[in-house]
């Protein structure tokens, strides 16, 4: 079994100094939401094994703030291919992380849409049915997907075959907390 978690960045400013948007920064909601997540995952026990990251700013702040949450920090890699990928990226991306042969290993990936959301969507063949009504509209900034694979190993992966576990989303976790 792998377990594949898609963490879109947290919401950013809309330019950057720079002009670039590989610079483009969090701004203070961003900043307060990835680790809430980071909190969210860590009372779940949903710690990944090991973290792709995207080179881009946003989604290594994101990192950044999320990690020291999390009550086990996993080693992660900054892949400079994650900036921007498409699906098919993604996909051999994922093909080739170092996971090889660890029992139930967790791999979290953290990128951009449209990709990462376009990914999540080719993966899923069913579950949790609110979970896909979510996810089937936006994985918005800071989303968390998880999808589980009956697959012995990365190399394995394959499209429509995951089951989306949860889908969690800063606004989620504002209303939980809220009671509502």
Not at 57 to 70: F, G, K, Q
Not at 117 to 138: I, M, Q, R, Y
Request: with cysteine.
């Amino acid at each position: 079994m792998r377990h594949l978690m898609l963490l879109r960045h947290a919401k950013t400013e809309r330019d950057s100094p720079s002009g670039q948007d590989r610079d483009r920064r969090l701004n203070g909601v961003g900043q307060a939401d990835a680790p809430a997540v980071g909190r969210y995952m860590d009372g779940q026990a949903l710690i990944p094994d090991f973290v792709l990251v995207s080179p881009a700013v946003r989604a290594r702040e994101t990192w950044d703030l999320l990690a020291p949450t999390l009550s086990a920090l996993p080693p992660h890699e900054i892949v400079k291919d994650l900036y921007g990928a498409d699906i098919a990226q993604l996909l051999q991306i994922v093909r080739s992380a170092p996971l090889v042969n660890q029992a139930g290993a967790r791999l979290m990936i953290v990128a951009h849409n449209p990709g990462l959301h376009e990914f999540a969507l080719a993966l899923t063949k069913d579950g949790d049915s609110s979970a896909c009504a979510a996810l089937a509209d936006n994985l918005p900034t800071c989303g968390l997907a998880t999808i589980d694979f009956k697959i012995a190993d990365w190399p394995e992966l394959s499209f429509r075959t995951g089951r989306l576990e949860r889908l969690i989303t800063p606004a989620m976790l504002r209303q939980a907390s809220e009671g509502r």
